[in-house]
């Protein structure tokens, strides 16, 4: 039996442990502290406890100091293992360990990972814990077989991807950019489809606008004395929601979906009763723009449009960004990255992958903005952020299969 077959009846081995190990990190809350909760280190002290023995030539912490957390810094680890031969690239996979926080309709404990048929269920099981498991496992089994790889595996564990990156790989990039190099691979296992078809290689540009929309609060059986800044707001908010849509129309295939987005979505609650007119709205917009369109200008014309109407309907509007990402060129797809995972993605789930674009997000986009072009896969059911978040048990084995692959590649 040849060494990568080995390595690959050794993953379908893993089974229960894949499971076991998952359900001990997921049940660690690690959720940012703008979102109201204390950080990823203990999920990750964890991790580094359970995998301590699995054979990695080296375990660095390049920790982003943050007074907003218990330990005052949010951990990203490098686990690293060193390739049998010189003078090749290293390779890097990306995963993240915060989670966004669980929300309500979860129909059982989103701590507690729980299995129906061949489905796993839990806060993080898809988002971004099929990446952390999945590339850990791959590497074990390499390792455990007696295999090396030919490069160097860097399996960077990152914090803070869910609201920015500020404190995971911005943070790298800004402090600890000599790690990286131009021709270095850099996987991203955070999307994908739920056939493994998809490899990403492009971003649309990331809005988040936040819009008060001040009038002036009066008794609600009066509504002439005061300004109602709800009305306003929705009027305007659904007059915006058209226009966007109807100026920025270009459509292109590589994406999914192949258009620009524009979705107002968390409104802020105004006054609590009934009877009074709202002085004030907060609203927000999330938008995902194609690349060929200038973010900044359709921020210019969001507030130029704002102060048309405000002026019109004696409203003023306060709009400003909550997240301003400009899409970063898109990696090749004759990149070796893309060539290699759609090798193995071939060999393990037969299936052809393409290169394709998304609404954005990821770890990819930071690094192929700073100029690492990246590549992003997994074989997901493409459920995060929603309750009951589940991952099928058969992607974490097939996929812990296409990185064992690429780590041997
Ligand atoms: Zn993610």
Not at 250 to 262: H, K, M, V
Request: with cysteine; net charge negative; proline share 6%.
């Amino acid at each position: 039996m040849s060494i990568v077959d080995k390595v690959l009846k050794r993953i379908d081995g893993s089974r229960d442990e894949m499971i076991e190990f998952a359900s001990d990190i997921f049940s660690i809350p690690a959720i940012a502290p703008q979102s109201g909760g204390d950080g990823e280190m203990k999920k990750v002290q964890r991790i580094l406890e359970l995998v301590g023995d699995w054979g990695f030539d080296e375990v660095l912490w390049y920790n982003a100091p943050d007074n907003r957390v218990p330990e005052g810094e949010r951990p990203n680890l490098l686990l690293k293992v060193k390739g049998s031969k010189e003078g090749l690239e290293p390779l890097w996979v990306f995963a993240h360990t915060n989670v966004v926080p669980p929300g309500d309709k979860w129909t059982s404990d989103p701590w507690k990972l729980r299995i129906e048929g061949e489905r796993m269920i839990c806060r993080g099981v898809e988002d971004n814990g099929q990446a952390i498991v999945c590339s850990l496992f791959a590497l074990r089994a390499v390792l455990e077989e007696g295999g090396r790889p030919k490069r160097d595996i860097n399996i960077m564990l990152v914090a803070d991807e869910e609201v920015g990156s500020e404190k995971g790989i911005t943070y790298l990039l800004d402090h600890h950019g000599e790690l990286f190099g131009k021709d270095h691979l850099f996987l991203v296992p955070d999307a994908g489809e739920a056939d493994g078809s998809m490899i990403e290689v492009a971003e649309k540009s990331i809005v988040w606008l936040r819009i008060k929309t001040i009038g002036k609060t009066v008794h609600a059986s009066m509504p002439d004395k005061g300004i109602n800044a709800n009305l306003a707001a929705m009027r305007f908010l659904t007059m915006m929601y058209d226009e966007l849509h109807d100026r920025y129309p270009d459509r292109e295939d590589l994406f999914d979906p192949p258009i620009s987005t524009f979705e107002p979505t968390r409104r802020e609650a105004n006054v609590p009763n009934v009877n009074s007119i709202p002085g004030e709205d907060i609203s927000y917009y999330d938008c995902r723009i194609m690349p060929q369109y200038d973010p900044y200008e359709v921020l210019d014309h969001i507030r130029k449009r704002a102060n048309d109407f405000g002026a019109k309907h004696h409203v003023r509007f306060e709009i400003t960004t909550e997240q301003m990402e400009r899409a970063a060129p898109p990696t090749s797809a004759d990149h070796p990255i893309v060539k290699m995972i759609a090798r193995a993605v071939k060999e393990v789930y037969g299936v052809e992958a393409t290169a394709q674009g998304i609404g954005g997000g990821t770890c990819a986009a930071v690094l192929r903005r700073a100029g690492y072009p990246s590549a992003v896969w997994g074989k997901m059911e493409d459920c995060a952020h929603m309750p009951d978040e589940f991952a099928p048990i058969e992607n974490y084995i097939g996929d812990a299969k296409v990185f064992a692959r690429i780590f041997m590649s």
